[in-house]
T-cell receptor, first 114, second 110 residues
Framework: NAGVTQTPKFQVLKTGQSMTLQCAQD?????MSWYRQDPGMGLRLIHY???????DQGEVPNGYNVSRSTTEDFPLRLLSAAPSQTSVYFC?????????????FGDGTRLSIL | QQPVQSPQAVILREGEDAVINCSSS?????VHWYRQKHGEAPVFLMI?????EQKGHDKISASFNEKKQQSSLYLTASQLSYSGTYFC???????????FGTGTSLTVIP
């Protein structure tokens, strides 16, 4: 069982570059989300989606875009990378929100912006 | 909207007990608890629904006070394997967001 798959696992970018972090799940989960994890800050919600074609902003959405064209995929785009976006990024999915379903996490992407 | 956890860090000796608290400013539908080992993804421990229930998972249990929007995680007779960072996660009564707390670093030493 693949679960939630994130690629790449590591990435180094230069300031101003753009890139897409990939996230795919094979559990037919409706709810998908992106978090960034920084020391002492916990996991902060960037964007989330409650189903294909529906996305919304979380706590820290600036500098990031998302789309959800299929149930399986939820890519996160950095439009113009900044050093403040250096972080570990986690994608998570669950059957729903409001239904008390556990969140399943990918292994994370460690991103450094120089 | 991120829930606040306390303490931020705790060091225990094997066999000692610990309590981790999670507090939200929003009315909650449920509270989740996760544990994260260094360099790994968070792993689900348990969910508590509003109604004040208490759940247990081996020697780890939790309670949820919906009136105060607070949850507590209880670790009894701690083992070395309990070391890690513990996060609460909250589903609010309105909206579709799921928020994680600030985290509590737990270190168990021999």
């Amino acid at each position: 069982n693949a679960g939630v798959t994130q690629t790449p696992k590591f990435q180094v970018l230069k300031t101003g570059q753009s890139m897409t972090l990939q996230c795919a799940q094979d559990m037919n989960h409706e709810y998908m989300s992106w978090y960034r994890q920084d020391p002492g800050m916990g996991l902060r919600l960037i964007h989330y989606s409650v189903g294909a074609g529906i996305t919304d902003q979380g706590e820290v959405p600036n500098g990031y875009n998302v789309s959800r064209s299929t149930t399986e995929d939820f890519p996160l785009r950095l439009l113009s990378a900044a050093p403040s976006q250096t972080s570990v990024y986690f994608c998570a999915s669950s059957y729903s929100v409001g239904g008390a379903q556990p969140q399943h996490f990918g292994d994370g992407t460690r991103l450094s912006i120089l | 909207q991120q829930p606040v956890q306390s303490p931020q860090a705790v060091i225990l000796r094997e066999g000692e007990d610990a309590v981790i608290n999670c507090s939200s400013s929003k009315a909650l539908y449920s509270v989740h608890w996760y544990r994260q080992k260094h360099g790994e993804a968070p792993v689900f421990l348990m969910i508590l629904l509003k109604g004040g229930e208490q759940k247990g998972h081996d020697k780890i249990s939790a309670s949820f006070n919906e009136k105060k929007q607070q949850s507590s995680l209880y670790l009894t007779a701690s083992q070395l394997s309990y070391s890690g960072t513990y996060f609460c996660g909250t589903e609010v009564n309105t909206g579709n967001q799921f928020y994680f707390g600030t985290g509590t670093s737990l270190t168990v030493i021999p």
